[in-house]
T-cell receptor, first 111, second 114 residues
Framework: QQQVKQSPQSLIVQKGGIPIINCAYE??????FPWYQQFPGKGPALLIA?????SEKKEGRFTISFNKSAKQFSLHIMDSQPGDSATYFC??????????FGKGTKLTVNP | DAGVIQSPRHEVTEMGQEVTLRCKPI?????LFWYRQTMMRGLELLIY????????DSGMPEDRFSAKMPNASFSTLKIQPSEPRDSAVYFC????????????FGSGTQLSVL
């Protein structure tokens, strides 16, 4: 049973565009929502994370928007660059529930 | 710190052979995780350890898979006998506390079973 549904599977934008990746979860016990970034040949690395007491978190050009009532959260990348081309995974967990990953979104930012 | 170190980076073997993947977690991290990544299933948790003790191995696909952590600085994932459907990238990750904390992943082992 997939507990975190991520979309789209792939996304192509032009440099400077704002790609948006969406995730939905089912388990209301989840209270930690990280995003991981993975470059080819590397392991995933934590990019940014949010907890449900806030609706938005920004770190540089990356923003997470969180909608607790809809059980959805999304990643926005402002002024995207070719170096942002990677696979992005959303995830969710709580203190007692294992971290579950979405299936990933392959982002391509064209020059 | 060098981060999580995995070996080998690539492994090509024939069906039926034993495969052993190795991992050195970051010093001081109490949790160690083994994940498998495929296009079809994404990132799957296979097993995780806390203070060298296996806590949850419900993700291990079959009895052909086994994992050990003899000490705080070393873990192995073994597949015996290997099958073509085991072909995937296997990641080891470590973390300091519970699920609500940052995981540090190694660069993975690309396993191909012919």
């Amino acid at each position: 049973q997939q507990q975190v549904k991520q979309s789209p599977q792939s996304l192509i934008v032009q440099k400077g565009g704002i790609p948006i990746i969406n995730c939905a979860y089912e388990n209301t016990a989840f209270d930690y929502f990280p995003w991981y970034q993975q470059f080819p040949g590397k392991g995933p690395a934590l990019l940014i994370a949010i907890r449900p007491d806030v609706s938005e978190k920004k770190e540089g050009r990356f923003t997470i928007s969180f909608n607790k009532s809809a059980k959805q959260f999304s990643l926005h990348i402002m002024d995207s660059q070719p170096g942002d081309s990677a696979t992005y995974f959303c995830a969710a967990s709580s203190g007692s529930e294992k971290l579950v990953f979405g299936k990933g979104t392959k982002l391509t930012v064209n020059p | 710190d060098a981060g999580v170190i995995q070996s080998p980076r690539h492994e090509v073997t024939e069906m039926g052979q034993e495969v052993t993947l190795r991992c050195k977690p970051i010093s001081g991290h109490d949790y160690l995780f083994w994940y498998r990544q495929t296009m079809m299933r994404g990132l799957e948790l296979l097993i995780y350890f806390n203070n060298n003790v296996p806590i949850d191995d419900s993700g291990m696909p079959e009895d052909r898979f086994s994992a050990k952590m003899p000490n705080a600085s070393f873990s192995t994932l073994k597949i015996q006998p290997s099958e073509p459907r085991d072909s995937a990238v296997y990641f080891c990750a470590s973390g300091q506390r519970t699920w609500n904390e940052k995981l540090f992943f190694g660069s993975g082992t690309q396993l191909s079973v012919l």
